[in-house]
């Protein structure tokens, strides 16, 4: 995971790699190199943006599942008198009195 001073200087080299490639003053042969330093932090920075994606949707379903979890566990104390502690019989199991 990259830290936030890590993405910006990133962000900036990649701005810096554009600005050389368009000088006119540049050689082929370093604008074929700064291309490269460019599309290798642009490569970086998609990566980073797709890690922090991903982390942030699994934050979200997590939340989402535990939500739902909690109300199901609410409706089942309140809508039959049964508690957490005392669980269902799976379906098609009789309970043994």
């Known amino acids: 995971m990259l830290s936030e001073t890590e993405v910006k200087r990133l962000e900036e080299l990649s701005e810096e790699m554009i600005k050389e490639i368009e000088n006119t003053a540049t050689s082929a042969e370093a604008a074929v190199v ?57 379906q098609g199991q009789q309970r043994r009195a």
């Open 34 to 90: 700064y291309g490269k330093i460019g599309r290798a932090c642009s490569r970086a920075l998609a990566q980073e943006a797709a890690r922090s994606a991903l982390r942030t949707t699994r934050t979200q379903h997590t939340t989402k599942f535990q939500s739902a979890r909690q109300t199901c566990l609410q409706a089942r104390k309140g809508g039959n008198g049964t508690t957490a502690s005392q669980p269902q019989p799976a």
